[in-house]
C-alpha cells in the first residue's frame, strides 16, 4: 500500500494560515488525497480531498505538487477550534476501498 | 451531529460480560465502517459491510463480532474481552464502497468508548 509522512506536531497562531505537508511518494496514479480531522474526543471528519488539481472548499484548501508525491492541506485563517490531529490518506483504487489512517499531525493553535 | 449515531457513548465491562455496541445512520449510505481507536495509535480498520455484506475483516479476534442487519445499522457484539481491547470504537458510513473509485467519503460517529475491567 501507498503510505503517507506527516510531521508529527504543527504549531500556528490563531488567526494566521496554516500549512499541513504531506508526502506520498509512492503514490498510483489514480489514488486519490484525502484529509480528515479528528477533533478531541470526536470521531474523525472530513475535511477535503482531489486527485490531481487544487481543490478548495469551506473549510480549506488542498494543494497538490505537479508530480503529485505531495501535498499541502492549507487552512486560511485558523482558529481555536481547529486544534485537531490531522489526517493525510490516499484512497487506494484496488479491491479495498475502506481508508487506511496513519498517525497524522497534531495541529496546536495559540491564541 | 454527523447523521452517524453510536451508542453507548461509553461502556464498561467486565472481561466475562457480553455487550453490543450499536450503529445508526441516516444519511442513505449503503457501506458501513467499524474501526478501533486505541491510546496513541493510529486507527485501526476492523470490518466492512457493502449492502449488508460483509466484505472485509481484517484479522478481528473472534470475541469481537459484527452484525449489519441493514444498511442503515450495524452492531458490534462484545464478548470476553481483554483489558487491552479498551479503546474507542468508530463507526463510519459511506456511499457503497465497490461503486466509487478513491473518491468514497466516510462520515464518521462520535464513537463508543469502552473500558474493559
Known amino acids: 500500500d501507498a503510505k503517507t509522512t506527516q510531521p508529527n506536531s504543527m504549531e500556528s497562531n490563531e488567526e494566521e494560515p496554516v500549512h499541513l505537508p504531506c508526502n506520498h511518494s509512492?503514490?498510483?496514479?489514480?489514488?486519490?488525497i484525502h484529509w480528515y480531522r479528528q477533533l478531541p474526543s470526536q470521531g474523525p471528519e472530513y475535511v477535503i480531498h482531489?486527485?490531481?488539481s487544487n481543490v478548495n472548499n469551506r473549510m480549506a484548501s488542498l494543494a497538490i505538487a505537479e508530480d503529485r508525491k505531495s501535498s499541502t492541506l492549507i487552512l486560511h485563517r485558523a482558529t481555536l477550534r481547529d486544534a485537531a490531529v490531522y489526517y493525510c490518506?490516499?484512497?487506494?483504487?484496488?479491491?479495498?476501498?475502506?481508508?487506511?489512517f496513519g498517525s497524522g499531525t497534531r495541529l496546536q493553535v495559540q491564541p | 451531529e454527523t447523521g452517524v449515531t453510536q451508542t453507548p457513548r461509553h461502556l464498561v465491562m467486565g472481561m466475562t460480560n457480553k455487550k453490543s455496541l450499536k450503529c445508526e445512520q441516516h444519511l442513505g449510505h449503503n457501506a458501513m465502517y467499524w474501526y478501533k481507536q486505541s491510546a496513541k495509535k493510529p486507527l485501526e480498520l476492523m470490518f466492512v459491510y457493502n449492502f449488508k455484506e460483509q466484505t472485509e475483516n481484517n484479522s478481528v479476534p473472534s470475541r469481537f463480532s459484527p452484525e449489519c442487519p441493514n444498511s442503515s445499522h450495524l452492531f458490534l457484539h462484545l464478548h470476553t474481552l481483554q483489558p487491552e481491547d479498551s479503546a474507542l470504537y468508530l463507526c463510519?458510513?459511506?456511499?457503497?464502497?465497490?461503486?466509487?473509485?478513491?473518491?468514497?467519503?466516510?462520515?464518521f460517529g462520535a464513537g463508543s468508548r469502552l473500558t474493559v475491567l
Open positions: 482531489g486527485l490531481t
Open positions: 490518506i490516499l484512497a487506494l483504487d484496488t479491491g479495498r476501498r475502506a481508508l487506511t
Open positions: 509512492t503514490i498510483s496514479g489514480t489514488d486519490y
Open positions: 463510519a458510513s459511506s456511499q457503497p464502497a465497490l461503486s466509487l473509485s478513491g473518491a468514497n467519503v466516510l462520515t
